[in-house]
């Protein structure tokens, strides 16, 4: 059993949620996001419901690199070592492509991605040095096809992370060092708020229970929720692009 673990982008939405349903499954947390008002509210709130766990926050800006590395060591330490690290912390903004929203474009890259390689880093440094972990990364659907819009920038990141997931994989293919690739479907969240609802759009609570059996089971990849979102995938991939681009 993965006991302790670490979430980051825990002080709303997905990972808000992951903190409660792990908490309420015994495991010791480690959980960081930039609002730290947030985080010591859910760490009151998961303590008053489960007092015998150990809950540890910490403020982190993703995107600050060499803090990253400082705030998953001083996790290891809180904790006495670190069994799972969910690099959930990103942001869906975005312009379509040549219509002056580099700036926007280019922060949720930074975000996104290159955030996410120093996170895997700092967690692989770890794990490397523990012999055993299980890293899970959070991609999304959206990395199936390239999508217009707004999301283009998104959907390139989500599938780049995802590949990045991959090469951290076969690297580590024959050791105690797992890794996860969760690709979760339209769920509400801060970035997918209830009141603007997309088909197929399930509950917080719904999706994230979803998510985290997914990563319980320690498979390499999962869709979820599995349905409608594994026989979706396919159907992303292989549809024509003006079909994907008119669904999106």
Known sequence: MRKKILITGASAGLGEQ????????GRDLALCARRLDRLEALRDELLAAH????????????????????????????????????????GGKGRPVG????????????????????????????????????????S??????????????????????????????ADLLGTAIKVTTVYPGYIVSEANPAARPKPLMVSTER??????????RERPKAQVPAWPWVPLGLLMRHAPLRAVARFS
């Open 207 to 216: 999706g994230v229970r979803a998510m985290v059996r997914a990563i319980e």
């Open 51 to 90: 007092p015998g766990l150990t809950v540890a926050v910490r403020q982190l800006d993703v995107t600050d690199h060499a803090q990253v590395f400082a705030v998953f060591q001083a996790f290891r330490a809180d904790l006495g070592g670190l069994d799972r690290v969910i690099v959930n912390a990103g």
């Open 140 to 169: 999304s659907m959206s990395a199936m096809r390239g999508l217009p819009r707004g999301m283009t920038t998104y959907a390139a990141t989500k599938a780049g992370v995802a590949a990045l997931a991959e090469g951290i994989r």
């Open 99 to 138: 219509t002056g929203g580099f700036a926007e474009n280019l922060a949720s890259a930074r975000t996104n991605f290159v955030a996410a390689l120093a996170q895997c880093e700092a967690a692989v440094e770890i794990f490397r040095d523990q012999r055993h972990g299980h890293l899970v990364m959070i």
């Open 18 to 25: 992951m903190a409660r349903d792990f908490a309420a499954r």
